[in-house]
T-cell receptor, first 110, second 116 residues
């Protein structure tokens, strides 16, 4: 079993739709979580950090369920510019053991 | 604020040759990371430095890969000898390394390596 798994995608949604991605992690010692977005042939860029039960930033909401060991990312009112691959990251204790998931690709269609 | 700098951006070498990548992190960031990203996969952590000490190198193939951060600022990653399966993008990232947001990583543009 991989340490961090994500919805395989791709997700193809129309503009204005709401879309949710799931991410599960196997290391129960994981302390912090992050969502990054990565555009084609570009570096990952930090989208959101999740340290407690969740976080919200504009159209983006992340929720953490420690009991079930999953994190979700919700995007409301999707824009064309949201098209990218979304990477889930789990961080272990003491700032070590960063593990990226394989990513979920999103295409927002006009 | 300047971001993470990496060079070169692209490199093509033949198998069994050696190659080196350079990274300069964001000023003041104590933690530096090297990742390998193969097409279609998420980044895989190769090595993590805190200042000039190694925190995690459990996934670094030490028979051919080496990395150093001698003065606790910039870093080099070397592959010697290269294999075909080393073809990937090598990403460098840095973070503050302390405080609540200390592990939020900022990535450089990466070096795209092709081994023929």
């Amino acid at each position: 079993r991989k340490e961090v798994e994500q919805d395989p995608g791709p997700f193809n949604v129309p503009e204005g739709a709401t879309v949710a991605f799931n991410c599960t992690y196997s290391n129960s010692a994981s302390q912090s979580f992050f969502w990054y977005r990565q555009d084609c042939r570009k570096e990952p860029k930090l989208l959101m950090s999740v340290y407690s039960s969740g976080n919200e930033d504009g159209r983006f909401t992340a929720q953490l369920n420690r009991a079930s060991q999953y994190i979700s990312l919700l995007i409301r009112d999707s824009k064309l510019s949201d098209s990218a691959t979304y990477l889930c990251v789990a961080l272990g204790a003491y700032g070590q053991n960063f593990v990226f998931g394989p990513g979920t690709r999103l295409s927002v269609l006009p | 604020e300047a971001g993470v700098a990496q060079s070169p951006r692209y490199k093509i070498i033949e198998k069994r040759q050696s190659v080196a990548f350079w990274c300069n992190p964001i000023s003041g960031h104590a933690t530096l990371y090297w990742y390998q990203q193969i097409l279609g996969q998420g980044p895989k952590l190769l090595i993590q430095f805190q200042n000039n000490g190694v925190v995690d190198d459990s996934q670094l193939p030490k028979d051919r890969f080496s990395a150093e951060r001698l003065k606790g600022v910039d870093s080099t990653l070397k592959i010697q000898p290269a294999k075909l399966e080393d073809s990937a993008v090598y990403l460098c990232a840095s973070s503050l390394g302390w405080g609540q947001n200390g592990y939020e990583q900022y990535f450089g543009p990466g070096t795209r390596l092709t081994v023929t």
